[in-house]
């Protein structure tokens, strides 16, 4: 009765059009009504302390990286090399967009942000060469979800904060499968594209490959840095975000000089508002997970799958297509917090690692941005190609069942996750 509950609110306040952050607010109203400890002020004081949280801070300034980034030309650049690198082989504009978001993805640590900086520079350039609008988009979409993955995935700092597990090793455990995804895409469009006639560019001589890295080796240093730094232990996750904002600024007004002055409002009210709204859900969230773990709702869950307990595999495979079908309907990250608090004691009452775990339940989640109906990624591609849903979800689809396939490879082989992350970790 109190899954019920909790779960009916949630699902008629977001019917009814409410906001998910103020849905997950009615549905701990809700819950604390049927449990008789209704109380405003425990309501206020777990908001306010859901985003009272240091390691959050890392969100606000890695999103406002990733805006001056995309305004700086550090994005541009990365797209450039990308092109110098593989755009002469056949299909070579496809692989540009992977690799691009490869690079993207360990700068930004968001799928829209690379999803909007991919179709607004790369699309236009697809089409133009003759490839298939539709296909175009899909390919973009579906490349721009490697971000969630790779480090500095703004989700895996929400589920390490909500899951209290280390999101230095989560960082660490996301590169190998972010990079497996990547050839997964790679392989994809070998095969999709192999029947097109298009002309590529010619290979770019040594000599303009090595000047090509140069212009854009200030952007390339960034990921190093701050893999290098979590390595060592030479700053925490939420200071490496400070030093992406601040190189990335450094990097943009001195070094290339494409930021000006007057661009620093823009781009500081853009990152507060996206920041605004990620931490008032995860505030919001808060109150449900405080609800949840009062009303004893793991115990309950863990109840319901305990003949799965002794199988972590077959676990595993079951909390996949179950973030599978909630993703289809639900944003990353109300369902990080939705979920976290309920899946956790599962996971770790079958031993299943926390850290495999979260690797795969972020990648789960961000395959959830290209999937309909919701399909935020898909949602930003179209805005920005001018181009119908419909049309963006058909071209996205193969690529979609590629990146599920790795993901449940993963499922079956756990050390392509846990192998990686010991040797990097060390």
């Known amino acids: 009765m109190t899954i019920a509950i909790f779960i009916g609110s949630l699902l008629l306040a977001m019917a009814i059009g409410i906001p998910i952050a103020f849905a997950l607010l009615v549905s701990g ?27 959050l801070l890392a969100i606000p300034f890695f999103l406002l990286a990733g805006e001056i980034m995309n305004v700086g030309g550090l994005s541009k650049r990365i797209v450039e090399f990308a092109m110098a690198l593989v755009g002469h082989i056949r299909g070579g504009l496809g692989y540009v967009a992977i690799v691009a978001s490869v690079l993207l993805g360990a700068l930004s640590g968001s799928a829209v942000a690379d999803a909007a900086a991919l179709s607004a520079i790369l699309l236009p350039m697809m089409i133009a060469a003759g490839h298939k609008p539709e296909r175009a988009a899909g390919l973009i979409s579906a490349s721009s979800v490697i971000a969630p993955v790779l480090p500095p995935s703004i989700g895996l700092i929400i589920f390490g904060v909500t899951a209290n597990v280390s999101i230095s090793k989560l960082f660490l455990a996301g590169i190998f499968p972010g990079l497996l995804v990547g050839l997964a895409l790679w392989i994809t469009w070998a095969i999709v594209a192999r029947h097109e006639n298009i002309v590529p560019p010619p290979r770019k001589s040594l000599g303009e490959l090595w000047g090509t890295f140069r212009r854009c080796v200030w ?29 990335a600024l450094f990097v943009s007004a001195v070094v290339y000089r494409e930021l000006r002055l007057s661009q620093l409002w823009g781009i500081f009210n853009i990152a507060a508002r996206t920041t605004s709204i990620v931490m008032f859900l995860i505030a919001a969230a808060m109150v449900s997970s405080w609800l949840i773990t009062v009303a004893d709702l793991p115990g309950k869950v863990v109840g319901l799958l305990e003949p799965m307990l002794g199988s972590p595999t077959l676990l595993m495979f079951a909390i996949m297509i179950l973030v599978m079908i909630v ?57 920005v190609g001018r181009m119908s849903m ?28 846990t192998g990686p992350a010991r040797l990097l970790h060390g």
Do not use: C
């Open 29 to 55: 109203v809700a819950l604390m009504a049927h449990l008789d400890i209704f109380d405003a002020q425990i309501l206020a004081q777990n908001v306010v302390g859901g985003a009272d949280n240091y390691p």
């Open 219 to 247: 952007a390339l240093i960034l990921p190093v840095i701050i893999l290098v730094g979590l390595r060592m232990g030479v700053f925490t996750p939420t200071e490496a975000g400070v030093i992406a904002a601040v190189y």
């Open 327 to 383: 993703g289809t309907a639900m944003d990353m990250t109300p369902t990080i917090l939705i979920l976290t608090p309920v899946l956790m004691p599962v996971i770790k009452a079958a031993g299943i690692d926390p850290v495999y775990f979260g690797v795969l339940f972020i990648m789960n989640n961000a395959i959830g941005l290209i999937t309909p109906p919701v399909g935020v990624v898909l949602n930003v591609v179209a805005g």
């Open 390 to 417: 419909d049309s963006v979800t058909r071209g996205v689809m193969p690529f979609m069942v590629s990146q599920f396939a790795i993901m449940f490879a993963m499922v079956l082989f756990p050390w392509l996750v």
